[in-house]
């Protein structure tokens, strides 16, 4: 059984830093593409980045400010904020599902319960 838990949300000052952990049991962690959603409340679920054995991805409002990497032997992903803005502020949810990458959630079979961002301006 698949399980993915995140941590490392809170409150943070815009122009702050936070970083994300995901970490992942039930399966060959370091074969499958993890991603990275947000949703901001009355918002849908929103891509933020994903990352798999060649590569990486993200969203065009997070690049240069978010970094994702991943620590195959602890079968944890992390996702480094930097540069936090009030329209950050939203549940993070880690996901996995194949080898590729994605932005579709439909792409994403599990999923972990999420962890809250919040960023004051």
């Known amino acids: 059984q698949v399980q993915l838990v995140e941590s490392g949300g809170g409150l943070v000052q815009a122009g702050g830093s936070l970083r994300l952990s995901c970490s992942a049991s039930g399966r060959t962690f370091s074969i499958y593409a993890m991603g990275w959603f947000r949703q901001a409340p009355g918002k849908e679920r929103e891509f933020v980045g994903t990352v798999n054995w060649s590569g990486t991805d993200y969203a065009d409002s997070v690049k240069g400010r978010f970094t994702i990497s991943r620590d195959n032997a602890k079968n944890t992903v992390y996702l480094q904020m930097n540069n936090l803005k009030p329209e950050d502020t939203g549940i993070y949810y880690c996901?996995?599902?194949?080898?590729?990458?994605?932005?579709?959630?439909?792409?994403?079979?599990?999923w972990g319960p999420g962890t809250q961002v919040t960023v004051s301006s």
């Open positions: 996901a996995t599902g194949s080898a590729a990458r994605s932005v579709l959630t439909t792409a994403y079979d599990y």
